[in-house]
T-cell receptor, first 112, second 113 residues
Framework: AQTVTQSQPEMSVQEAETVTLSCTYDTSESDYYLFWYKQPPSRQMILVIRQEAYKQQNATENRFSVNFQKAAKSFSLKISDSQLGDAAMYFCAYRRDDKIIFGKGTRLHILP | DTAVSQTPKYLVTQMGNDKSIKCEQNLGHDTMYWYKQDSKKFLKIMFSYNNKELIINETVPNRFSPKSPDKAHLNLHINSLELGDSAVYFC????????????FGQGTRLTVV
């Protein structure tokens, strides 16, 4: 069975600094999608970034980028120039076919 | 124009009652889901429907009965509510192919007292 592990329950970063959130996953499949979702206090689940496993190039969305290491089954999220609005729970997720599996989340605090 | 909408946003009810949560999506997706988020924020899939057909049932008690009248709607009915059912329930939708991201509703906070 597929699993997604986020080993950092909480992290803090100074405003304007860079932070990296870790995620590892376990699968025997070669074709799948990976995502990072953000959940602010409003509770809305917001897609931050997606990565298709067959693409070697790391995905980037403005200040958000990933480091996708397929062989190591690692998918970390880097947030550059952290802003107060980035404070939220961040979930790593894996999708293959009909199931999207989430990690337990990392709570990110932004220090002013 | 809301993409995935679920109602109600908040639901407080007594143990033993029966309640329903409704979900609708206007994205033209063919797959819909129910997720449960517990007090520790863990998101666990409950059900997945594709074209009104149940695809995934993750060992959820049979007090929980999803119903999909059409591709755009997936409702969740819960019988005989228990204290442990208190959680946030999220509806989501996606395309089945390709396996891209799911879009989530705003969640329903269910409190059983």
């Amino acid at each position: 069975a597929q699993t997604v592990t986020q080993s950092q329950p909480e992290m803090s970063v100074q405003e304007a600094e860079t932070v990296t959130l870790s995620c590892t996953y376990d699968t025997s499949e070669s074709d799948y999608y990976l995502f990072w979702y953000k959940q602010p206090p409003s509770r809305q689940m917001i897609l931050v970034i997606r990565q298709e496993a067959y693409k070697q190039q790391n995905a980037t969305e403005n200040r958000f980028s990933v480091n996708f290491q397929k062989a190591a089954k690692s998918f970390s999220l880097k947030i550059s120039d952290s802003q107060l609005g980035d404070a939220a729970m961040y979930f790593c997720a894996y999708r293959r076919d009909d199931k999207i599996i989430f990690g337990k989340g990392t709570r990110l605090h932004i220090l002013p | 124009d809301t993409a995935v909408s679920q109602t109600p946003k908040y639901l407080v009810t007594q143990m033993g009652n029966d309640k329903s949560i409704k979900c609708e999506q206007n994205l033209g997706h063919d797959t819909m889901y129910w997720y449960k988020q517990d007090s520790k924020k863990f998101l666990k899939i409950m059900f997945s429907y594709n074209n009104k057909e149940l695809i995934i049932n993750e060992t959820v008690p049979n007090r929980f009965s999803p119903k999909s009248p059409d591709k755009a709607h997936l409702n969740l009915h819960i019988n005989s509510l228990e204290l442990g059912d208190s959680a946030v329930y999220f509806c989501a939708s996606s395309l089945r192919r390709p396996n891209t991201e799911a879009f989530f509703g705003q969640g329903t906070r269910l409190t059983v007292v």
